[in-house]
């Protein structure tokens, strides 16, 4: 006779079917030997006489199903085979389909046992470890069906795992994803929504999942070698954060892998032990020492959800040190005495080597490293990591993800985190590997992709961080806020817009800067900044526009002068700029730099020298050393018109620009143009290739249009007009970068003149007309007489 517990209660080879007794018999043939007392009191809690209740289901068993249970005066046990017990005896024999054959339907499922709730709470418990190890058999084999290529059936395999339970874990939901999707399953739509309910949005195609499943052991070689190579007698404690590949580097090793299991006592050693765990921890620990050999080995998967019968019983042994090589994989610290700790740090860039790009996403986090490989979303395997996280740690990591340099301290003022709460969640960061030890965030790509697919976990937090913020990280912040501030978030949200367009006015990025400053809420000092940003485009038209909104104001007259000079309105530019003579210090060295541009115009080189030395000394009292060294440019470039080497000329202003390579390329540009208008040809091209050179370093694509330009007017008089013709094409692609619509015309008009383009000589009038640059527009429709080009001359212009 065979007792049968799955999908129902019967007892094979016999009629009887009382199902109290046959409860008894189940109990008995899991638990093994138990004492009578105990039994009696777990299955009849509410009799009178719970003794007098066991003997007489005893009885009933002895008559209507003889020899399958024996008792004497204190213990009873059961004499009968029983499917469970034949199904967990397959699986810690590794025989997984004997195992998932004998696994027909849920433990005693539909048997009503009229028992007391502790035996209740017991059938609920093995119910759900026996279905849990059905689970992950299943899974097992159909990753091995996988991994041979034959994905049907291993979607076949996890379609039965799927229908076995309806709660799975995420880590289950994931295995089951992969292994459905390769399969192409209808059903892989029911764990996708499952996985929703987690957080979790899988985009897998079948092609990516057959890849992942087909994808060998990477990394971790040192480790498993060392593992491989312990000797006899040693315990080593290998510890790792979840998801740092604890369970793929015991399953790659290739001794004995034991999976933690939780509820019953001892049920973690029950592989090791068999029915000897039903006779106490003396008899097990006995057995364990006697059969652990030199060659075997014993690996330990997940300390902390080992059951604390066996942990305590793994300890003792450990102190023992048997013949056997034991292996604990743990999320913490040792707790016991061991020979060897191995700390599973993310994978290094060099064990990523081969995978150009995983490391910088991923941080060298295991199970992002699987998903980068698959070409899965990062931010799925991202969230598998952070579901064990409290929810403080959470908002700390997302909001230091957010942050272009980690800050913890803005972080705390955003989230309202006391230092206590702080310093935990900086703890279960560290202990996750999701920080480095300088607070930067591993993963960052990973974390910013997770929080862009959920903009409504995003924006609140950004604006958050973005309060206590400032400047360029504050405006970095409220990018991710689509809007959402109120009104009291306006003057912050001003300064951070005026940060950041001043930062890419400082990098040559004039068009961006005006695209940022259109997207802030309007006040004067951004109107002011913008129609800068304007200027600095080439847009000149607009940024008068701008600036007639602004009214006579000092500081914007010297700014409207500069403009009304560039669009060759010289009679307004003059005028303008001698009423910003009367403002503050900035706009009266502004205003005199204006005034020696046009004196320059008219040929007034002593007069123009005069001024910009002013300018010069009034830009170095006020600390602004860049303006200071564009004023010497200036000055430089007078003084060479009046007839001076360039190389004296030039000295002063070359050493006070120093290391700076962006102010560095415009005086090397201007050099340039006056060595070339000394007739220093040759000369002249080195210089350009060395403004080049230091453009290039700082990114200043605005200067590198006008080098180019120049490069390639210098180039076409020479007669090398392939060369010049390259030279003007780079110089069109450096002023699309800037947006610089002034030079777009300027070197759309030589190109055009060089290769007879009539429809380029028309598009570069037009452009000239946006610009409103009226002069240069009226001059471009003139005839040109032979060998003039368009040669940038507005270099010099602070």
């Known amino acids: 006779m065979q007792l049968l517990t799955f999908a129902g209660l019967a007892l094979e080879g016999s009629d009887f079917k009382r199902v109290k007794p046959l409860l008894l018999l189940a109990y008995l043939a899991l638990e093994g030997q138990k004492p009578r007392r105990f039994v009696a009191d777990l299955m009849w809690p509410e009799a009178q006489d719970t003794m007098n209740s066991l003997a007489a289901a005893l009885t009933q068993l002895r008559r209507g199903a003889p020899d399958t249970v024996a008792a004497d005066e204190h213990r009873v046990w059961a004499n009968v085979s029983c499917d469970a017990v034949q199904f967990l005896e397959a699986l810690r024999s590794r025989r997984l389909e004997e195992a998932v054959s004998l696994y027909r339907g849920a433990f005693l499922e539909g048997v009503e046992s009229k028992a007391g709730p502790e035996f209740e709470e017991w059938v609920f418990q093995t119910r759900e ?140 050693l029950e592989p090791l ?61 040792p707790t016991l005495e061991v020979d060897r ?38 931010d799925a395997a991202l969230e598998v990591r952070l579901h064990n996280l409290s929810e403080s740690a959470r908002e700390l990591y997302f909001a230091l993800a957010l942050l272009e340099m980690p800050d913890a301290a803005l972080a705390r003022r955003a989230l309202e985190f006391s230092a206590d709460t702080l310093a935990r969640a900086l703890e279960e960061l560290y202990a996750a590997a999701l920080l480095e030890p300088s607070r930067e965030v591993r993963a960052r790509d990973a974390a910013i992709g997770y929080l862009d697919a959920r903009p409504t976990l995003r924006e609140p937090l950004a604006l958050r961080l973005a309060r206590v913020a400032s400047g360029l990280e504050a405006y970095r912040l409220l990018e991710r806020t689509s809007g959402a501030w109120d009104e009291t978030d306006l003057p912050a949200v001003r300064a951070a817009y005026m940060a950041w367009a001043q930062e890419l006015l400082g990098r040559g990025f004039p068009q961006r800067a005006v695209e940022v400053l259109r997207a802030a809420p309007t006040r004067s000092e951004v109107d002011a900044l913008l129609a800068r940003a304007l200027e600095r485009a080439g847009r000149y038209r607009e940024s008068l526009e701008v600036l007639e909104r602004l009214g006579n104001v000092p500081e914007f007259l010297a700014l409207r002068a500069s403009v009304l000079h560039r669009l060759g309105r010289r009679a307004e530019a003059k005028a303008a700029a001698e009423l910003a003579l009367e403002g503050d210090t900035p706009s009266r060295a502004e205003a005199l730099g204006t005034l020696g541009l046009l004196l320059v115009a008219q040929q007034d080189y002593e007069q123009a020298v005069s001024h910009f030395r002013k300018a010069a000394a009034l830009w170095l009292m006020v600390g602004d050393s860049v303006k200071h060294v564009l004023a010497l440019n200036n000055l430089a470039t007078a003084r060479c018109l009046m007839g001076e080497g360039a190389d004296d000329a030039f000295h002063e202003v070359l050493e006070a620009a120093g290391d700076n390579q962006a102010i560095r ?23 350009y290739l060395l403004a080049d050179r230091a453009a290039a370093e700082s990114g200043m694509t605005a200067t590198s249009s006008r080098i180019w330009n120049n490069i390639g007017a210098l180039c076409q008089r020479q007669g090398r007009l392939d060369e010049a013709k390259a030279a003007y094409k780079r110089a069109l692609e450096y002023a699309r970068q800037a947006g610089e619509q002034y030079m777009l015309a300027t070197t759309l008009a030589n190109l055009a003149e060089l290769t007879n383009d009539v429809d380029a000589w028309e598009e570069s009038l037009r452009l000239f007309e946006i610009s409103g640059h009226e002069a240069m527009q009226a001059y471009a429709r003139s005839q040109l007489p032979p060998n003039h080009r368009f040669r940038d001359i507005s270099g010099s212009v602070t």
């Open 273 to 333: 032990a068999g029915e000897l765990i039903h006779e106490g921890a003396a008899r097990i620990l006995q057995h364990l020492v006697r059969s652990a050999g030199a060659s075997q080995l014993w690996l330990f998967d997940d300390w902390e959800r080992v059951d604390p019968e066996s942990r305590e019983l793994l300890s003792q042994l450990c102190a023992l040190r048997p013949a056997a090589r034991i292996v604990i994989a743990a999320r913490g610290i």
């Open 129 to 268: 470890m026996l279905a849990a190890r059905a689970v992950d058999a299943l899974l097992q084999l159909a990753e091995s069906e996988a991994a041979l290529g034959r994905f049907a059936a291993a979607a076949a395999r996890a379609e039965r795992a799927l229908s076995i339970s309806s709660d799975h874990e995420p880590e289950t939901l994931l295995r089951l994803d992969v292994l459905l999707t390769a399969g192409r399953s209808a059903v892989a739509q029911q764990v996708r929504a499952e996985l929703e309910s987690y957080g979790t949005v899988s985009h897998l195609t079948a092609e990516e999942a057959q890849n992942r499943l087909q994808r060998v052991f990477l990394g971790r070689e040192s480790e498993r070698q060392a593992i491989q190579s312990a000797a006899a007698h040693s315990v080593i404690w290998v510890r790792g954060a979840s998801g740092m590949g604890k369970t793929a580097l015991l399953k790659a090793v290739g001794g004995t892998y034991l999976q933690a299991r939780s509820g019953l006592p001892y049920a973690s």
């Open 665 to 687: 390329a415009r005086v090397l540009l201007n050099l340039g143009l006056s060595i070339e208008q000394q007739g220093r040809q040759d000369e002249a091209y080195s210089t």
């Open 341 to 378: 700790v191995i700390e599973l740090a993310p994978l290094s860039e060099h064990d990523l080597r081969s995978y150009p790009g995983v490391w910088q996403r991923t941080g060298g986090l295991p199970s992002l490293v699987v998903a980068a490989l698959n070409d899965q979303p990062l």
